[in-house]
């Protein structure tokens, strides 16, 4: 029973015994190193960005504090000095319509204590004193000068809700405020009531201290230096922004400010964030310290990978063991690789030695081999005789013209020797002659220049024919005189234009014009006459014809025998389009690749050697 489970579960089964002892020795290591020592990393840096956090929170809750007891300090020293206290109170407390010098001495006691108070902390913007009796504002400012009016406007609220009832200090969340030059600056306001002389019940003027905003976030960001990434935010009793590192909140109540309440140090935020908050007893506002948990885990990413390393290291070496057990297996998988890089190379012949093994190495090597045998005989049979044909079909289209131009070649000088000039047809003889001479000696394919001379010779036959009746104009742009094309490619054309488009006998002087041109790497040759065009239901066959290959025994020779000729050697993008209007001559464009004869070779041995 046992020996034949094992013969169809191992013995017979290469890689179910190479993922046996693969598995049993990387499993445990892989797992013993990576799951204890990443966990224990993992928790450690949780604890460290949490005791970091909170370390941060507790140091910029401290220097906000500062702000709350500065502000105390200077309602203190208000009404500490009694002659200084009775003497603004006074001022503060009247309604005056014009000013006496006492009056102005009391006010400048108000500029004294402003200008004192400005120095209490760098951070200050201004001070202000607001008088209600009046409307008056009483402002000395450290670096800007504040814009009163805006000021007056910003803070209408705040002055509104600071009745005779109302004690203690109010806070206010960061705002935009006008300074000179059209100087905008971030502030937060502490304000105070200073309640009358005479009644403490009642208040006559506030005192108001305006914190630089974008100076206490740099000092935060200072603070926090290159530890772990932490956000800050320091929040109003209702989570309207005072302070936001990040500065993306400013202006609107923090969206995350119910999760910020509940005091848990785990949050979903904008994402799942550690949460470090301290609360001020006095004016309720919010210290709060954010650090992701995908950056708390990224800033630990070097110890990881360290980690990483070492188990690599170490399962590198439980597989070093494991190879030792498959070394006899090993030797079989090389015979394999050796036979692929031969295949790779183009050498179909190798056969992979099978021996009497049976497994799944076994079944590979011989699998291999079937498919060589088939690749070879699909090869001989298949892909070589396709080519075959199609170097075939190529040169049969060339020869066709040849038979067909001496045809209609010796037809034109039999119908010039009725007419008993024998001078015009000695020369039409010998220009057939260099004809004749250029077919026999040329190769497949001809510089251009030639087969514009070529083209030249045989329209001179018609023009000696037809005398002044036939004009013919040659555009060629000289660049491309040495690129090749496939030899006789134009005569078809240029006979169709001669047969086909020359007028009768009554009419005016026939045409034919030859414009050769380079194009983004192609040769564009256009052939047009101005005779009398095509019928369209015979340019619509023609143009049929065009699409249909191979070329059938007795079709046309002449458009679909170029334009054939053409895609064969270079591929369907290439050939010739055809435009003939009824009435107002033909046009026929041909485009094919610009090549030397010595590319053209290479081309036409790499598509059928």
């Known amino acids: 029973m046992l020996k034949a489970v094992y013969s169809r579960l191992f013995k017979q089964k290469f890689f179910n015994r190479l993922l046996l ?35 941060a929170v507790q140091r910029i809750s401290s220097y906000f504090g500062q702000k709350e007891i500065t502000m105390k300090q200077l309602v203190q020293q208000l009404y500490l000095n009694p002659y200084q206290s009775r003497d603004m109170m006074a001022f503060l407390s009247q309604d005056i319509a014009s000013y006496t010098s006492d009056d102005l001495s009391k006010a400048d006691l108000i500029k004294y204590f402003l200008n004192a108070s400005s120095f209490q902390d760098r951070d200050m913007m201004d001070v202000v004193i607001y008088k209600k009796n009046g409307g008056n504002l009483y402002v000395h400012s450290n670096d800007y000068t504040l814009s009163n009016g805006e000021y007056l406007n910003a803070n209408a609220g705040l002055y509104a809700e600071m009745n005779d009832k109302f004690r203690g200090l109010k806070l206010t969340p960061t705002y935009l405020q006008s300074y000179n030059m059209n100087n905008k600056k971030r502030i937060f306001t502490i304000s105070a009531n200073l309640l009358g002389e005479t009644t403490y019940n009642k208040s006559i003027a506030i005192l108001s201290v305006n914190f630089n905003t974008d100076r206490l976030t740099a000092y935060f960001k200072e603070q926090l230096g290159s530890g772990y990434p932490i956000d800050i935010l320091v929040l109003t009793a209702d989570g309207q922004v005072i302070c936001d590192t990040t500065g993306r909140y400013y202006g609107s109540r923090y969206p995350y400010f119910d999760e910020i309440q509940n005091g848990k140090q785990e949050a979903t935020l904008d994402r799942r964030s550690m949460v470090m908050t301290t609360i001020s007893e006095d004016l309720g506002y919010y210290v709060v310290g954010i650090m992701p948990y995908a950056e708390v885990m990224a800033k630990n990413q070097t110890t990881k990978q360290t980690v990483i390393a070492i188990a690599t290291f170490s399962a590198l070496i439980a597989i070093a063991v494991g190879m030792i057990s498959v070394r006899f297996f090993s030797n079989r998988i090389h015979s394999i690789n050796k036979a692929i890089r031969k295949v790779r190379t183009g050498d179909f012949t190798y056969r992979i030695p099978i021996g009497k093994m049976t497994d799944e190495i076994g079944t590979i090597a011989e699998n291999f081999n079937q498919m060589c045998a088939q690749i070879v005989n699909y090869i001989n049979k298949v892909y070589l005789s396709e080519l075959k044909q199609k170097e075939a079909e190529l040169v049969a289209l060339q020869t066709q013209v040849d038979p067909h131009f001496l045809y209609n070649t010796l037809e034109i000088i039999r ?80 006979e169709n234009c001669v047969l086909h488009g020359i007028r009768g006998e009554d009419t005016a002087p026939s045409q034919i014009t030859l414009r050769g041109s380079y194009l983004d790497g192609d040769i564009l040759i256009e052939i047009t006459d101005n005779g009398c065009g095509i019928d369209p239901n015979l340019l619509a066959r023609i143009r049929a014809q065009l699409n249909v290959m191979p070329l059938q025994p007795r079709a046309s020779i002449g458009i679909a025998n170029v334009h054939h000729r053409i895609q064969l050697s270079f591929g369907p993008q290439y050939g010739l389009q055809l435009t003939a209007p009824h009435g107002e001559g033909t046009a026929i464009v041909i485009r094919m690749p610009a090549k030397t004869l010595e590319e053209m070779s290479e081309h036409v041995q790499g598509d059928f050697g």
Do not use: W
């Open 415 to 494: 119908m010039e020797a009725l007419s008993n000039n024998v001078d015009r047809v000695s020369r039409m003889i010998e220009i057939l002659a260099q004809l004749f001479r250029r077919s026999v000696k040329e190769g497949m394919f001809v510089p251009i220049r030639d087969e514009i001379h070529y083209c030249g010779l045989y329209l001179e036959l018609h023009s000696i024919r037809y005398e002044d009746r036939l004009t013919v104009d040659f555009h060629i742009d000289p660049t491309i005189n040495g690129y090749c094309i496939p030899k006789h490619l134009l005569q078809p054309i240029v």
């Open 21 to 55: 002892a693969y598995t049993m020795i990387i499993s445990v290591t892989i797992c013993f190193l990576g799951v204890t020592i990443i966990s224990s990393i993992e928790h450690s840096a949780k604890q460290d960005a949490a005791d970091s956090a909170k370390q």
